[in-house]
């Protein structure tokens, strides 16, 4: 009897009624949460085209983590099952990445694939009968002796209350894991197939667009992008059950670190965003949004942010692995081993990388982690075996499971996106550092802050604030105000009327800065000179830096008459940025 919410197309006790293609073989995919999502998205594509196949959906509602699944399972289209309607459909293949809630009562196989990289953490066991994670504990209770059992890699996990294997079919990436399941396992061995890992072969296939991602992220030439890694869990590098470094941490990355010589962005496991919401999450992390760390989105930025990273800060979850395995220096901000499986190669990984030291200055470390780094093949080579073949040995799998011959034509993954150009805006208030460094040229730091007083020889400093700045009471002290946008925005005017209004506005701004597009400003000084600054050969900073530059030589007592027929060469860090200074008229 159909209960509640049950759907009746394309499944449903009058489905054969109402469904155009009624005869089609059944996949049920089977989402706990956002991160076993992630998987499951990856392997749907293998079904495209195929006229015989309709994919549903279900949530078995075991998850501690079930926002946002609702909104991502709206968003693929697909045909949503309540769990009890699920369990009571026969279906010819089940697909699941986690071992959460009641799987044996599924009416059809079921086919398991790890969501990380292997199975590698403790996860304590559910309460007897339930199979549902005990508010999501990676360590022992309290005075217990016994570890918790690794998730999806031991007995507790991998068989029912009758002693058989949960799953069918358990995908397994690299024969270690293998070895590892008939070790604790034996009775599952039998059910392990090895077809590799479907997000690592979307990684590598998108290698070669590393430099359009760096763009997308608005790293430039000799910027470095430093991205945050954090799974879940109070030991995590966001947690707060360890040293609790993140606060701390984060002042400091913006304070030490040059917003024009480094890019930073943070990759939260989804767990993380949807445990605490995504609106909390932002809250937290305001600060540093406004000084220039990008969110990176942890479904579908966060394997294009790795390709593009120039170091990683994590801690022993999976995307940190992964960014060790494509060659990027990691330094661990959280290293917990008790919550791994100590045969697993991560845990090797994580008792052995470099460490970040908190108490001593973060640029050092970072900048001598990437200068000295080499690669070992140890990471890539433990994620899988067969690189390049998940694609292939999956659908064959799933086909054999289902009972068809497999379609023509090669099983193919999708590409990863091209995420949005999304360059880093700072509305906090910026500390710029300037120095005349040659003929028509100037050298530009800026912090996006907290700042410590600059160093005597740190050259002349001015205030920079976005017009958008949540700090409204630095506007009326700021040197130069700047902001970005549209130059045919009509709330704003036009880019001359914008910059006239803020200096009428403002009496103290001494220069107005309206950057039009990512080469380009129109900037008007407290003289009246309205000017077009335009980056030239090479050029691909910020244009609110080349404002900045121009406000410095003004204020040194420089003639503009000098750079509107030469232009001006601005240095970030060790790179020149070539800017040709042009009147407008009014």
């Not at 294997?165 to 604790?184: N, T």
């Not at 494509?326 to 190669?345: E, F, K, N, S, T």
């Not at 970072?366 to 040995?393: C, I, K, M, N, Q």
Request: charged letters at 20%; one cysteine or more.
């Amino acid at each position: 009897m159909a209960g509640a919410g049950w759907i009746r197309v394309p499944v449903g006790d009058d489905a054969a009624r109402w469904a155009t293609r009624g005869r089609t073989r059944k996949v049920l995919l089977v989402v706990h949460n956002v991160t076993a999502a992630t998987r499951l998205l990856d392997v749907i594509p293998l079904f495209d085209d195929d006229l015989r196949i309709q994919v549903l959906a279900t949530c078995p509602g075991s998850s501690a983590f079930r926002g946002g699944i609702a909104e991502l399972l709206a968003e693929t289209g697909v045909p949503v099952l309540p769990w009890e309607q699920a369990v009571s459909t026969p279906v010819s293949l089940a697909i699941s990445a986690s071992f959460g809630g009641q799987l044996r009562e599924i009416k059809g196989k079921l086919a398991i694939l790890s969501h990380g990289i292997g199975y590698t953490k403790r996860l304590a066991m559910p309460d007897a009968g339930c199979r549902m994670p005990d508010a999501g504990s990676r360590k022992p209770e309290a005075g217990s002796r016994k570890p918790a059992p690794v998730f999806g890699m031991s007995r507790e996990w991998l068989l029912g209350e009758d002693g058989r294997p949960v799953a069918d079919a358990l995908v397994l990436s690299h024969p270690e894991q293998y070895e590892r399941l008939r070790a604790v396992c034996p009775e599952a061995a039998p059910t392990a197939v090895l077809a590799g890992d479907p997000c690592w072969d979307r990684i590598l296939a998108a290698r070669p667009y590393r430099a359009r991602y760096r763009r997308a992220l608005g790293v430039g030439r000799g910027r470095r992008l430093i991205v945050l890694s954090s799974t879940w869990n109070p030991e995590s590098l966001f947690g707060d059950g360890g040293a609790d470094v993140l606060p701390s941490l984060l002042p400091r990355l913006t304070s030490e670190f040059p917003a024009d010589e480094y890019r930073l962005a943070a990759v939260l496991h989804p767990n993380v965003w949807h445990g605490h919401g995504p609106g909390q999450i932002r809250a937290w992390l305001d600060r540093a949004r406004r000084s220039g760390l990008t969110l990176i989105d942890p479904l579908t930025g966060w394997r294009q942010a790795l390709l593009a990273a120039d170091a990683v800060i994590g801690d022993h979850g999976s995307v940190t692995y992964y960014a060790a395995a494509l060659g990027a220096p990691v330094l661990l901000g959280a290293a917990p081993l008790a919550g791994l499986a100590p045969d697993a190669p991560v845990h090797a990984f994580v008792r052995t990388a470099p460490r970040l030291d908190p108490a001593l200055p973060l640029r050092p470390q970072v900048d001598a982690l990437v200068e000295e780094h080499r690669p070992t093949p140890g990471p890539a080579g433990f994620v899988s075996s067969v690189p390049g073949e998940s694609a292939a040995r999956l659908r064959r799998l799933f086909y054999d499971i289902i009972g068809l011959a497999e379609p023509d034509g090669p099983a193919r993954l999708e590409p990863l996106p091209l995420p949005p150009h999304e360059p880093a805006v700072p509305t906090a208030a910026l500390l710029v550092l300037t120095r005349p460094t040659g003929t028509g040229e100037v050298s530009v730091t800026r912090y996006a802050g907290p700042y410590a007083p600059p160093p005597p020889d740190a050259g002349e400093a001015h205030t920079a604030v976005h017009e958008d700045t949540r700090e409204t009471d630095r506007l009326a002290l700021a040197d130069v105000v700047f902001r970005h946008g549209s130059p045919d925005d009509p709330r704003l005017g036009s880019p001359a009327e914008w910059t006239a209004e803020v200096l009428a506005r403002l009496p103290h701004c001494a220069l107005a800065a309206y950057v039009t597009g990512p080469g380009t400003c129109v900037v008007r000084t407290r003289a009246g000179a309205l000017l077009r600054l335009t980056a030239g050969p090479g050029a691909d900073a910020d244009p609110a830096v080349y404002a900045s530059a121009l406000h410095a030589w003004l204020a040194a007592g420089r003639a503009l008459e000098e750079l509107t027929g030469r232009g001006l060469t601005i240095r970030t860090g060790g790179t020149a940025h070539p800017v040709t200074v042009r009147p407008m008229r009014r």
